[in-house]
């Protein structure tokens, strides 16, 4: 399975946006529940916005109203709008095209991208 490559990651104000894409190759895309984690230092990797197959959407508390998980299954590809970020959606931000038990990325990693919002 080929790494998936995220991307759109950067430095921004709190309130400010960004978003976030990540494209895959060598899966059957449009079958995998799919999703985006981060992780800060020292801290475990946590799932932050799914969606399945079907695009039905899940988020964590954190982010509820504020992040958008959306998906393209023609061009292999798979976004997340962040809005109204705060100080402490700093983190390396990784997604994950097939996730499993609804929380469990068992497909390949790839390098993260950087998320930094600042006071």
């Known amino acids: 399975q080929v790494q998936p490559v995220e991307s759109g990651g950067g430095l921004v104000q709190a309130g400010g946006s960004l978003r976030l894409s990540c494209a895959a190759s060598g899966i059957i895309f449009r079958l995998n529940a799919m999703g985006w984690y981060r992780q800060t230092p020292g801290k475990q990797r946590e799932l932050v916005a799914l969606?399945?197959?079907?695009?039905?959407?899940n988020y964590a508390e954190s982010v509820k109203g504020r992040f958008t998980i959306s998906r393209d299954n023609a061009k292999n590809t798979m976004s997340l709008q962040m809005n109204s970020l705060k100080p402490e959606d700093t983190a390396v931000y990784y997604c994950?095209?097939?996730?499993?038990?609804?929380?469990?990325?068992?497909?390949?990693w790839g390098q993260g991208t950087q998320v930094t919002v600042s006071s």
């Open positions: 969606i399945t197959s079907s695009g039905s959407t």
């Open positions: 994950n095209t097939d996730i499993r038990g609804g929380r469990y990325g068992v497909g390949s």
